[in-house]
């Protein structure tokens, strides 16, 4: 079942806001640890939610037949890379044996997750009245 954007907004974030949490613990790995085998489930759903996201989200335009045009594809290109970026470092990091507070401090502070997630509120904040308006 293809994940809502939505729910892939949702799981990127949770992860996110998961993550500073556990970077706060001082762990040295996950292994044996509640959290850890919760951030791990954190993890992989963020790495689901970001699979394919530029896609979804230019379905979502492209069915609300937003103008320009134009600038929603530049847009979407930057979020594009920004995701891709993501993406690469997350499954980095969820295919390490241990994972310490400090490397998940090391990846909440990576510009590109931080890019991402300023991506996803500006892109979501722009979809907002474009919803209500369609609606109408």
Partial sequence: ??????????????????????AAQGLP???GTQSGSQLRDFLRRAIEA?????AAYQ???AEKMLEPADRYRAFLAVLNRDASDSLAAL???????????????NLNASIH??????DLF???????????KISV
């Fill in 122 to 132: 500006l892109i979501d904040e722009i979809l907002k009245p474009a919803a209500s």
């Fill in 29 to 31: 790995g996950d292994a």
């Fill in 1 to 22: 079942m293809p994940l809502s954007l939505e729910d892939r907004c949702n799981a990127i974030e949770e992860c996110y806001e998961f993550m500073l949490a556990y």
């Fill in 50 to 54: 970001l699979t394919g996201l530029a």
């Fill in 91 to 105: 499954q980095l990091v969820e295919a390490q044996p241990a994972l310490s507070s400090q490397l998940i401090d």
């Fill in 59 to 61: 379905e979502a335009v």
């Fill in 113 to 118: 997750l931080r890019a991402l997630l300023t």
